[in-house]
C-alpha cells in the first residue's frame, strides 16, 4: 500500500462530499460542514437504512456512479487496514506484557476475542475478493451480502475496543512503579492511535478531547527506532496503519518523525518482501488482508487521486471525510435488514461469537 494508495481514502470521500451523488444514491444523507462533533459519526444517528434497490443493485452502481464506487473502496480499505492493526496490536501486547502480572486481566480479554479478530479477517479478505472482482467487470452476485457481512463483522469487532483503552490505562498505571522498555510503550502509544482513529471516524469530540490529553510514552524518533526491531508482518501492519492516520490528516506519533513519501517507500519495499510474508500467514491469519489480491480496487484508488477538481481541505472539511467513511461502514451494516435484498440467496452474515 503506497502513498497514492492511502491518500486517496481522503481523495474518494471527497467526491462524495463534492459531487454529492451518493445522498441520492446511497444514504439519503444531509452533509453539514458546520457539524462535525457529538454523534454525527455514530451509526444511531442515520439510523435510516440504505433504500434495498441500492445495495441489491450494487454492481450496476459501481459501473455507472464513480462516487459511490469511490466511497465504498475507501471504505473496504479503513475496515482492513484497522482490523489488521488491532489484530497486530493484539499479538503485540501479549509479546510485550504476557509476563507481567499488572496486564493478566486485560490480557486474558483480549485472548478470548482473538479468534473474532480472525473471523473479521476472513468476512474482510470475502468481501475485498467480490470487490476487486467487481471492479474487475467479472459478475459477482455475493457483492452486496459479502460487503453488508463485512461490515457487520467490523462494527462487531470495534464493540471490543475498550480494550486499547483498558490496556492503555494498565500501562499507564504500571509505568507509575516500573521501568518499561521502549516496546511496551511503543505498544500503549499504538493503542492510542488507534483509539484517536476511532474517535475520528465515529465524530465523537468528546472522546477525541480526552485522548489528546494523553501524551505519547516515546517520542516519534524513538518510536520509528523501536518498530525497526518488529517482527516483518508486524512492522509493515504498524506502518500502513500510520500512513493511513496521515492521509486521515490525524497527527501521529511515527508520522511526525517520518516524511510520507519516506515511510511510502519503506512500506513499499518491506511488502515486496511476499514471500516471507506469505510464510507467516499461520501465525497471523489476518494478514491475508494485507497480501490479498486486490489490484483493482487499487486502481480505482489512484484513478481517483487524478480528480483535478477536488478542493483543498480545511479542518472542518477532514473532519467531515473521516465522518462520512464511518457512515458508510454503518449504513452498509444497516442494509442486512432490507426487504428488498432478503428476497435473495444470502450467506450467513457474521455473528458474534
Not at 467480490?130 to 451480502?145: H, I, K, M, R, V
Request: some cysteine; aromatic content about 6%; hydrophobic content about 40%.
Amino acid at each position: 500500500m503506497n502513498k497514492k494508495n492511502l491518500t486517496i481514502i481522503l481523495c474518494s470521500v471527497m467526491a462524495v462530499l463534492v459531487a454529492g451523488l451518493i445522498v441520492n444514491h446511497f444514504f439519503n444523507w444531509p452533509i453539514d460542514n458546520r457539524d462535525t462533533s457529538g454523534d454525527i459519526g455514530k451509526a444511531n444517528r442515520f439510523s435510516r437504512e440504505i433504500e434495498a434497490a441500492d445495495l441489491s443493485n450494487m454492481e450496476e452502481l459501481l459501473k455507472t456512479d464513480s462516487t459511490f464506487k469511490n466511497g465504498i473502496v475507501a471504505a473496504q480499505v479503513v475496515m482492513q487496514t484497522r482490523t489488521v492493526q488491532f489484530g497486530t496490536l493484539l499479538d503485540l501486547s501479549n509479546e510485550v506484557a504476557g509476563n507481567i502480572p499488572a496486564f493478566a486481566e486485560v490480557l486474558k480479554d483480549m485472548n478470548a476475542n482473538s479468534e473474532m479478530v480472525n473471523n473479521v479477517a476472513s468476512s474482510l479478505a470475502e468481501s475485498a475478493d467480490n470487490l476487486n472482482a467487481a471492479l474487475s467487470g467479472e459478475e459477482c452476485p455475493d457483492l452486496a451480502q459479502s460487503s453488508i457481512n463485512a461490515s457487520l463483522a467490523y462494527l462487531t469487532l470495534q464493540k471490543q475496543n475498550n480494550l486499547a483503552t483498558r490496556f492503555i490505562e494498565t500501562t499507564d498505571k504500571y509505568l507509575e512503579t516500573a521501568q518499561g522498555n521502549d516496546k511496551l510503550k511503543l505498544v500503549r502509544d499504538q493503542w492510542l492511535e488507534y483509539q484517536k482513529t476511532t474517535a475520528a471516524i465515529e465524530g465523537d469530540k468528546a472522546s477525541a478531547e480526552a485522548l489528546a490529553k494523553k501524551s505519547y510514552l516515546l517520542s516519534g524518533e524513538k518510536a520509528l527506532a523501536a518498530v525497526e526491531n518488529l517482527d516483518l508482518n508486524i512492522k509493515v501492519a504498524v506502518l500502513q496503519s500510520c500512513e493511513l492516520a496521515q492521509a486521515m490528516k490525524l497527527p501521529n506519533q511515527i508520522g511526525s518523525a517520518i516524511r510520507p513519501q519516506v515511510l511510502s517507500n519503506e512500506i513499499s519495499k518491506l511488502s515486496n518482501a511476499q514471500k516471507e510474508i506469505l510464510a507467516r500467514r499461520k501465525k497471523y491469519p489476518y494478514n491475508d488482508l494485507m497480501i490479498g489480491s486486490t489490484s483493482k480496487i487499487f486502481e480505482v484508488f489512484n484513478s481517483a487521486l487524478n480528480s483535478s477538481y477536488l478542493p483543498p481541505l480545511n479542518q472542518s472539511e477532514v473532519g467531515n471525510l473521516n465522518l462520512a467513511i464511518g457512515n458508510i461502514i454503518s449504513q452498509t451494516a444497516a442494509a442486512n435488514n432490507s426487504e428488498k435484498l432478503n428476497k435473495k440467496k444470502q450467506n450467513p452474515p457474521f455473528k458474534e461469537k
